[in-house]
């Protein structure tokens, strides 16, 4: 890290996508005295692609096939998670997964989950009996006969885990450009020219990480040779309750028909129910269909029959990239300096410490210089929202911050001091989206309903920013239309 | 601060102020009111069209002027409240946690508590509307703060979802701040909303409603930009080959309001699950003793009238409560909803030695015409009581006011059920 940053100095490393391979790249990398700049086409960090919309199941790694890349990197990336969640102050419940077998006949394929994840080096895999499934999951429906249990499973916030390695990576010096779109990668001699939004950065080496758009971008630096199309997952959200709660990740035995619909609970305290996988065309359209909802609902309840659809608070569609020429994930050096970390579904998030690992041992092969940072941090420091403190913090927290006495976000409890804090974070909130994924302020029954108008009129007054400006997620989706007054006479 | 309190009055809109009023009239005097908004009076602060009032007072108001009629006889009366101050949680004790800037984390106690928390809006999310998930798809509610109180438009080109009525009176606000407003969808036969307001919102302005309508889908990547509608059969399903687009930037929803009763649920008070707020007896007394309820978050009102109406019964129980003057009950008579009819507040009758005449609140399940209302029991042939309506519609409560003697007279549950006649 010798030179200044600035126009026309040669970084070390341009990675593309702030998804959570993006994030986790930059974060390990951030260990290094290295230049490390991240660009990303959306607003804010985890929210341009499939880090924001999937299961957020930390997967034991028994469902790859034995051999592949994927089953390699899923298995080494759910042991990396404990540190890792714990490094950085994340939330994750490790309560162990469930394959669930409907009949004698569906028992079989647990036998081969089980035999493919001990292939795999899957430690404390275990089939359960209807008796012992019961007792875990009471609300399981009656007809299920047995269950493969992963202990290393678990459930975690996509986007908080995201948002947690971006922050740390930026503490440690990493750069990033949010709504900063690569359109092109050129080699110039001793790297890459990166043309992102207005801004040309030189580059010793590229991270491609652009989930569905990695092909295009691979194609851009002459690498190409695969095609990625989405797979798209649709999903339901409802609030929790005794008689539908689960405890854990409950997915089925894939049949002729699909495999299956999976019922978890965000650690977050949602029910969460998909996904579908249906192959589609337009990368840019995720659309919700009346169809795939009610195939969702139809395969969870066969799950968990008494799921209620009143208690619905959001759906949402997710888009897997799917190499169209391979299954597995493909990480790999296209051309010289320039890395592709591409088809990376699921379990792509959970592989995601693993995929970074994986890239920064490709770039020292081909020269990239690791000399440790002394001042690196592995921490952040976690501050806790308001909600998740005890009577005599909130209390404090109140008397140190009077923001954190007024209340936001009544469906989730998020505080004004919740926000203001969200937004002055390294790589803080811009929008209101951003905002959600951060505090859940509008992530509620409500879904914004209340708190919209007083989030928007706090990113203003924090922001500096003219209330018609500010967006949901970025340029083109701004809240407001016009003004019914003339400016000024809105801030009395 | 104190701690202790005789009655403490939960949301400050109207069905609190009238409720806190009223206990003071009934004699009360250590009174609290606790609200979470920087200003008394409630969801009526947005409302700014006139038509309030006209049952309470005989004079046409608009909703700032209604409310500011209770935030008066509040202040007169000089009954102490809390702005900026949000309950977060009410024990089956009747301790109260709230929180505000500044007085910090609070724990308060009191001999009777009214829950007067309001409702909130349904969400397209809620009743699944499917499509992408774009910046200008929002509730009526919210783009009614957004214009009458924060003084901003939402959007030019618009579509309603939902005739209830805060969709109607956004029609004619869109329409009257310049933005065009293709149509107002509805899935069902009927509008939800009151007759006067279609009227007045839609038809002055020639806004079209489609009825047997709904949105499919929803277009647009960062913000919308148009939605597929079609019509619907009997089973309220899109019918094939009727689906068409509408180009617009907005879409509004308008599909129903919810009880808040996140509190009610934390107090250990029984929810009915049809109105989605507490179950009470006539008293407006819940299934926690000394816990009333009223206003919107017991059932969603079309008229705020009938809300400080039965906010003042349930401000002067609360004070006879708290005096220990409330009559003896002998025995409660479950009050049930049969055909035609949705739901019956209050759900059960206290009989006791005086004999009061009861009012009941209901929504009709259906549009009804030429019918009347009629309460039963089991084992009698002959109603106990009928009410002819030459009109029964969904959106429009229907308000019974029984003879007390006819509760008097049973023991087994009273059933509330249509008759077309
Ligand atoms: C339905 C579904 C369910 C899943 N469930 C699970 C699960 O339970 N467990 C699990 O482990 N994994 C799961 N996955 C997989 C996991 O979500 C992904 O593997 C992971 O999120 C991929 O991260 P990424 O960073 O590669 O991609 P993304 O999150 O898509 O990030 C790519 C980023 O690149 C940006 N970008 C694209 N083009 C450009 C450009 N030109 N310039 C700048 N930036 C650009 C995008 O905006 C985006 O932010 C699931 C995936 C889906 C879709
Ligand atoms: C968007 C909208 C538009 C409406 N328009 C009309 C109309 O045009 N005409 C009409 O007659 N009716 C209208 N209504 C119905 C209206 O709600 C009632 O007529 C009336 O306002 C109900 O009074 P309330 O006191 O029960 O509820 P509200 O007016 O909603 O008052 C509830 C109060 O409780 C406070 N509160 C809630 N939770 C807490 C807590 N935890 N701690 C502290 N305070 C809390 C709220 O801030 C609020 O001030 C509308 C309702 C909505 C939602």
Redesign the pocket.
Not at chain 1, 45 to 59: P, S
């Given at each position: 890290m010798t030179e200044q940053r600035g126009g026309g100095q040669m970084l070390d490393v341009v990675i593309?996508?702030?998804?959570?391979?993006?994030?986790?790249t930059a974060r390990e990398l951030s260990r290094y005295c290295l230049n490390v700049t991240v660009?990303?086409?959306?607003a804010e960090?985890?929210?341009?692609?499939?880090?924001?919309?999937?299961?957020?199941?930390?997967?034991a790694g028994y469902d790859p096939m034995p051999g592949t890349l994927m089953a390699r990197l899923?298995v080494r990336?759910n042991a990396m998670y404990d540190q890792l969640t714990a490094d950085l102050g994340v939330h994750m419940e490790r309560h162990g997964t469930l394959v669930v077998a409907f009949s004698p006949f569906e028992r079989a394929h647990l036998e081969e989950l089980l035999a493919r994840g001990q292939a795999n080096g899957v430690p404390g895999l275990r089939i359960l009996d209807h008796r012992e499934l019961m007792e875990l999951e009471p609300n399981l429906s009656p007809e299920a006969d047995s269950a493969l249990f992963a202990a290393t499973g678990g459930?975690i916030e996509?986007y908080e885990l995201?948002l947690a390695l971006a922050e740390n990576a930026a503490l440690n010096g990493v750069e990033f450009l949010f709504e900063?779109?690569?359109?092109s990668v050129k080699p110039i001699s001793g790297g890459w020219r990166v043309e992102?939004g207005e801004r040309l950065l030189e580059t010793r080496f590229v991270v491609n990480?652009?989930?569905?758009?990695?092909d295009?971008?691979s194609r851009?630096a002459g690498a190409g040779g695969f095609h990625i199309r989405?797979?798209?997952?649709?999903?339901l959200l409802l609030e929790d309750r005794a008689d539908y709660d689960v405890q854990r990740?409950l997915f089925q035995v894939p049949t002729p028909m699909g495999k299956g619909i999976?019922v978890?609970r965000t650690p977050d305290g949602n029910i969460i129910a998909?996904?579908?996988?249906d192959d589609a065309q337009d990368k840019d359209d995720l659309a919700t269909t009346a169809d795939g909802l009610a195939r969702v609902l139809t395969g969870a309840r066969k799950s968990i029959p008494r799921l209620d659809t009143r208690q619905l608070v959001a759906e949402f569609?997710?888009?897997?990239?799917v190499i169209a020429e391979q299954g597995d994930f493909l990480v790999e050096q296209g051309a010289a300096g320039f890395f592709n970390?591409?088809g990376?579904?699921?379990?792509?998030?959970?592989?995601?410490p693993a995929?970074a690992e994986e890239l920064v041992l490709l770039l020292k092969g081909a020269g990239l210089d690791t000399t440790s940072n002394p001042a690196f941090i592995p921490t952040n420091t976690h501050v806790p929202l308001f909600r998740e403190c005890s009577p005599e913090q909130q209390k404090r927290m109140i008397v140190e911050d009077p923001r954190y006495g007024r209340i936001v976000c009544r469906c989730e409890t998020v505080t004004e001091g919740d926000i203001v804090r969200a937004i002055h974070r390294p790589t803080g909130a811009r929008t209101v989206d951003g905002l959600k994924f951060r505090t859940r302020a509008g992530m509620g029954r409500c879904q914004g309903g209340f708190c919209g108008p007083r989030v928007l009129e706090i990113l203003c007054r924090e922001l500096g920013l003219d209330p018609l400006s500010v967006t949901k997620c970025g340029a083109g989706s701004e809240i407001l239309a016009g003004r019914l007054r003339p400016e000024g006479e809105n801030d009395a | 601060m104190k701690t202790e309190y005789d009655l403490i009055v939960i949301g400050g809109g109207p069905a609190g102020l009238a409720a806190a009023t009223a206990a003071y009239d009934q004699g009360l005097r250590d009174i609290l009111i606790v609200e979470r908004d920087r200003f008394l009076g409630g969801i009526l602060n947005q409302c700014i069209h006139t038509g309030f009032g006209l049952q309470e007072f005989r004079e046409e108001l608009t909703g700032p002027e209604y409310a500011q009629r209770f935030v008066d006889k509040t202040l007169e009366d000089g009954i102490p409240f809390l702005l900026d101050t949000m309950v977060l949680a009410v024990r089956p004790d009747r301790t109260i946690v709230a929180i505000s800037p500044k007085l910090g984390r609070l724990e308060l106690h009191a001999k009777a508590i009214v829950l007067s928390m309001g409702c909130r809006e349904r969400t397209r999310a809620a009743i699944m509307v499917p499509g992408t998930r774009p910046a200008g798809v929002m509730t009526a509610g919210t783009a009614q703060r957004y214009m009458n109180v924060e003084g901003y438009l939402p959007g030019h080109n618009v579509v309603i979802l939902g005739s209830g009525d805060v969709g109607l009176i956004m029609a004619r606000r869109f329409t009257l701040e310049g933005a065009r407003v293709n149509a107002v969808l509805e899935i069902m036969p009927y509008s939800t909303g009151l007759t006067r307001n279609i009227v007045q919102c839609l038809d002055d302005y020639g806004i079209p409603l489609l009825l047997n309508h709904t949105v499919t889908s929803v277009h647009g990547g960062k913000r919308v930009t148009g939605v597929s509608i079609a019509q619907v059969d009997d089973y309220r399903r899109p019918v094939p080959g009727t689906e068409r687009e509408i180009a617009c930037d907005t879409l509004i929803t308008s599909v129903g309001l919810v009880p808040e009763n996140e509190l009610s649920k934390t107090a250990g008070v029984q929810l009915d699950p049809i109105t989605g707020g507490a179950v009470v007896n006539q008293r407006l007394q819940t299934s926690v003793p000394g816990v009333f309820a009223c206003g919107n978050v017991l059932q969603v009102h079309d008229l705020v009238d009938n809300v400080s109406e039965e906010s003042q019964r349930a401000g002067r129980s609360a004070a006879l409560y708290v005096q220990d003057k409330l009559p003896q009950t002998l025995r409660s008579i479950r009050v049930v909803p049969a055909s035609g009819i949705r739901y019956v507040v209050p759900q059960c009758v206290d009989v006791t030695e005086q004999t009061e005449t009861i009012k009941l609140f209901m929504r009709p399940s259906d549009v009804f015409k030429g019918a009347s209302v009629e309460l039963r029991t089991d084992s009698r042939e002959e109603p106990l009581a009928k009410f002819r309506r030459s009109r029964l519609t969904p959106g429009e409560m229907v308000v019974l006011t029984v003879q007390g003697t006819v509760f008097a007279a049973v023991e087994a549950d009273i059933l509330v059920g249509v008759k077309v006649l």
């Open positions: 593309i996508g702030a998804g959570v391979v993006g994030c986790a660009c990303e086409r959306a960090v985890g929210q341009g692609g499939a880090t924001k919309a999937n299961t957020g199941i930390v997967h899923n990336g459930a996509p995201t900063h779109p690569v359109r992102a990480a652009a989930g569905l758009f990695a295009d971008i851009m989405p797979r798209l997952g649709q999903y990740p999976v978890s998909g996904p579908t996988a569609t997710g888009a897997r990239a970390a591409a990376i579904k699921s379990p792509g998030l959970t592989a995601a995929i | -």
